[in-house]
């Protein structure tokens, strides 16, 4: 298979996956320790997440990209059970989360090299996670508010590394921090990565619309992933000033839910039962709605080296 993205059960064609919600969570731990292994109540999450995700199937969903990162609750093997039981196509990942404090960054991250660090996320990707043999589709980190920290920009520089070696997508929780992005960008560039490479993670938290299209001018993609009832209006303003841009082939659409947190539930349903309606009533055509919810995220999640 030449293109191709990683997923729990192995390699699939991008054009076989249909609706693909980029940034959800089918279970984390956040908010719990630090935990390398993580234990979940395995029947109360299965009688939670596998009914609703089949009733996602049945509204179109096709694929998620879990986001749960190593040392808050990542567990691929669990994730490979309930993409068979469901039907859905499900990717997990690599990387570190470095906002919430660095909470949940390993401590020998503090004291490896970018290059270090990029070694052991590539063998993930190359031998699998753990004994698993689970290969990641992307790659996870975060920062937190304000200028990047030094643990922040190594692993930034670590992702860089990494998707010269594997081609996998960076996702970076950034959030409502455009200096950051700036910086980010500045750091993909000096490694060689192209900024078509990088996701600006809650991006939508941004209330103007012109720091993310300037991050998208340069190539970068821009997830606006709190669909809610809340957000909504506030989101369909950003498409319209990306779609005014001609710039709707750099977004990416989901809702940042989590089916099971230590027993909380947030859904990813709002694009189907109510989004998909209000972009057609705000002028949004079915091609760009198509655009937007099956090839943006196909395309960026195809595991290919970006270089700048």
Not at 159 to 179: F, K, M, R, V
Not at 237 to 254: E, M, N, P, T
């Amino acid at each position: 298979m030449s293109d191709m993205i990683m997923t729990v059960t192995g390699p699939a064609a991008p054009d076989s996956l249909g609706i693909f919600l980029p940034h959800e969570h089918v279970m984390s731990t956040f908010g719990a320790d630090f935990a390398r292994y993580p234990f979940y109540p395995v029947a109360e999450v299965w009688s939670r997440v596998i009914p609703y995700l089949r009733h996602l199937k049945t509204l179109g969903l096709g694929a998620l990209a879990d986001c749960t990162a190593a040392y808050f609750g990542r567990h691929p093997e669990l994730l490979r059970r309930i993409s068979v039981e469901s039907g859905l196509s499900i990717l997990t990942n690599t990387g570190y989360y470095a906002a919430a404090s660095d909470r949940y960054v390993p401590p020998h991250a503090f004291a490896e090299t970018p290059a270090q660090i990029a070694a052991r996320w590539t063998r993930e990707w190359q031998d699998g996670i753990d004994e698993t043999g689970i290969r990641p589709g992307f790659i996870k980190t975060a920062v937190d508010e304000g200028p990047l920290s030094e643990i922040d920009a190594r692993l930034v520089r670590a992702a860089a590394l990494t998707h010269l070696q594997t081609g996998l997508l960076i996702q970076t929780h950034t959030g409502d921090n455009a200096p950051a992005a700036t910086q980010i960008l500045a750091i993909l560039r000096e490694e060689g990565v192209a900024p078509c490479g990088w996701v600006w993670v809650h991006a939508h938290q941004v209330r103007s619309a012109e720091p993310l299209l300037k991050a998208a001018e340069q190539g970068a993609w821009i997830s606006l992933d709190n669909l809610t009832a809340e957000n909504a209006s506030h989101i369909l303003g950003l498409l319209r000033a990306f779609k005014h841009a001609g710039r709707l082939g750099q977004v990416l659409l989901s809702h940042d839910g989590d089916l099971y947190c230590r027993g909380d539930f947030r859904p990813f349903e709002f694009l189907f039962t109510d989004f998909l309606a209000q972009m057609r009533t705000s002028g949004f055509s079915d091609e760009e709605i198509r655009l937007l919810t099956v090839s943006n995220p196909a395309r960026a999640f195809t595991v290919q080296v970006r270089q700048a």
